[in-house]
């Protein structure tokens, strides 16, 4: 990626989105459904509420129900930041998909993560707000995306990721 893409996809990224909960989201849980083959518990997109034709804004509302934090940790719940990364895949795999004929037939898949880092802890009743931007086109089956996560204006985590686009069988 040249230096000019970079500084245009860090000053995409540099600001929180601003998320309305009135709003009017661009996919709800079902139309991601239509897009996703994740299902809960493991589907951790809750709504799509921006669309560009490289970039993607989605949210994950965290509840204390959510199954992982009977294990990590009881006595002080915190999202495990591998399903932080995974939400995070899951809002640039609808980008993806929806940019493809029949997306019910395709599936993502992890190639690379890189780079990631976590700034703050996310915790019930948190509400996660992720952007991806596409940092390289579909290309080979191959995308890339550089993503960041806030609560609030506070950044909870950010890096680099590629996915692969693959047929089902």
Not at 110 to 128: E, I, M, S, Y
């Amino acid at each position: 990626m040249d230096l000019e893409k970079i500084k245009e996809v860090k000053q995409r990224l540099s600001v929180a989105p601003k998320y309305d909960p009135d709003a009017e989201p661009v996919y709800d849980v079902l139309g991601i459904q239509k897009l996703l083959p994740h299902r809960p518990p493991f589907l951790m997109v809750d709504r799509i509420i921006g669309v560009e034709p490289d970039a993607i804004t989605g949210i994950k509302t965290i509840g204390v129900n959510e199954y992982y934090f009977r294990g990590h940790f009881p006595t002080e719940p915190v999202v495990p930041g591998v399903l932080l990364i995974e939400a995070m895949a899951q809002v640039g795999g609808i980008l993806v998909l929806r940019g493809v004929d029949e997306p019910e037939r395709y599936s993502t898949y992890f190639a690379k993560v890189d780079g990631f880092k976590f700034r703050r802890k996310v915790v019930p009743g948190d509400v996660v707000v992720f952007k991806l931007v596409i940092t390289q086109p579909l290309e080979h089956n191959l995308v890339y995306m550089r993503g960041k996560a806030w609560v609030g204006n506070s950044v909870c985590c950010e890096g680099d990721m590629v996915a692969q686009v693959i047929k089902n069988k």
